[in-house]
């Protein structure tokens, strides 16, 4: 049996459309509401990882967000990256017809190897995507092994 993500939101949005389709008569089309947005079954901020022979890079991409609203920690060989995405505008919820954009705190954790060398670690934000840059020790970044015949 395949392991599969678990949606709290599924039964909800189950007997919405149960309950849409019982009344779209009164109302002609429906209207869902809640869809789940692209990133409700994934982990968000989206995290690309890059690797050459010289570093690890993270790509963490969050739009909006500006370099306060981010930190970066290493502990032991665990990188963490948390913030905050507020709602960029002071509207209540309520008023919205849809949100498809994910606000709220979010924390993601990344195991990293035993070969980097954590005192050159460099950041930066640019453009909403913060990049962490990771070098390998010297010893880690591989040597060719001449081969005799």
Do not use: C
Not at 14 to 39: D, N, Y
Request: glycine letters at 6%; proline letters at 7%; a negative charge.
């Amino acid at each position: 049996m395949p392991i599969t993500r678990w949606d709290p939101m599924q039964e909800l949005r189950a007997m919405t459309r149960q309950m849409e389709r019982a009344f779209s008569p009164l109302w002609g089309t429906p209207r869902t509401l809640l869809e789940p947005s692209p990133l409700a079954t994934t982990d968000w901020p989206a995290v690309d990882i890059y690797e050459d022979k010289e570093e690890l890079i993270f790509r963490v991409e969050a739009p909006g967000m500006e370099q306060k609203d981010v930190e970066a920690v290493i502990e032991d060989s665990t990188l963490t990256v948390r913030g905050e995405r507020s709602l960029y505008r002071e509207d209540k919820k309520e008023n919205y017809q849809r949100m498809e954009s994910t606000y709220g705190t979010f924390s993601r954790s990344f195991s990293l190897p035993s070969t980097i060398d954590r005192d050159k670690i460099r950041a930066q934000m640019h453009n909403g995507v913060l990049e962490v840059h990771i070098p390998k020790r010297e010893g880690a970044k591989g040597k060719a092994i001449p081969i005799s015949g």
